[in-house]
């Protein structure tokens, strides 16, 4: 097979990403939370000496990637990685790994349980790794008000917050929406309340619906809002 007949965008969305280097590709997985089992992070040493170079690169969005695997080799990676539960990430216009701290699992500064929110976004909205969507989408959770994965950043942010509203000062969630990184970053705004967590995930759920079906192609969620007004976005997502 020559480099005209690959399909260059099929491989990125099942995880495997050409390189500078002709021929090669960047295996990059991904499991919710960024928790990898002894099991699976063996298996990445495997294939990493078994398909690449030995070696294997954590990424900032709480992944691991092989870099080195030859095309054709992909398909023999695959069968192991599925034996192993390993999931793939992608690239390309779709939905990033939702990325998140510890939350109140260990940390003792979380407020909320974020393994327990980003595993709900997928199980339950079925909003997961690699949708396909007009560009680029990230959304990203925090446990709390120090905000250590940056969710002023993504399209959608989330991060732990007292509601000092509220009558017994019960934790909830802050919501960031609009913020991008990349060639024009922007910092998202945040919503005028603390929300409970099926609100967080009613929010989520519209936005991303709003912006598969409203944005053009290659038009961040930031450029977007930017050009029908904040006001009219937030009408759009409250109906």
Known sequence: MTPQTIDYDALK?????RQKQEGFFVLRTRISSGIYKKEQLEKLAEISEKYGRGFIHATVRQGLEVPFIRFQDIASVENELDGAGIERGTS??????????????????????TFSLGQRIEKDLGIICGMDLPHKFKITISGCPNTCTRPQGTEIGIHGQVDVASSDKRAGFAVYLGGCGGRTPRNGFKLDKIYSESEVLAIVKKV?????????PKQRLAL????????????????
């Open 13 to 17: 969305k099942r995880g495997f990403l």
């Open 92 to 113: 390309g216009p779709r939905l990033r790994s939702t990325t998140s701290c510890p939350g109140n699992n260990w940390c003792k500064q979380g407020l909320i349980d």
């Open 208 to 216: 991303v619906a709003f912006f598969k079906d409203k944005a053009k």
């Open 224 to 239: 977007l809002i930017e050009e029908i007004g904040r006001d009219n976005f937030l009408k759009e997502i409250s109906e």
